[in-house]
Nanobody, 124 residues
């Protein structure tokens, strides 16, 4: 079964930083666009950031622009989400998922191989 595994979540104070990692189980990431999503309690899942297979195209939802950075190291078969200046409203379970093509339209559709998620809690 092709699946992604997230790690790096935890409890952090407001203004702090975390780096999430997304690694595959059973396949290589280099040919896939990767998206990060999050779901807060009582809310729908939302797309946070996406990176193309080559890493030369990225997208961020407005609420994280300037604070989060997505990157990938295809040699290490890993995608990262660096999260700085964290706010309580960033608290959520964060998931990564893969799709074949990075697209500007329907950015958040056609993702698969979802991971189990990693909890991020921002609280003092």
């Amino acid at each position: 079964q092709l699946q992604l595994v997230e790690s790096g979540g935890g409890l952090v104070q407001p203004g702090g930083s975390l780096r999430l990692s997304c690694a595959p189980s059973g396949f290589t990431l280099e040919h896939f666009a990767i998206g990060w999503f999050r779901q807060a309690p009582g809310k729908e899942r939302e797309g946070v950031s996406c990176i193309s297979s080559s890493g030369n195209r990225t997208y961020y939802t407005d609420s994280v622009k300037g604070r989060f950075t997505i990157s990938r190291d295809n040699a290490k078969n890993t995608v990262y989400l660096q999260m700085n200046s964290l706010k309580p409203e960033d608290t959520a379970i964060y998931y990564c998922a893969a799709k074949l093509f990075y697209t500007d339209q329907n950015m958040w559709s056609d993702f698969g191989s979802w991971g189990q998620g990693t909890q991020v809690t921002v609280s003092s």
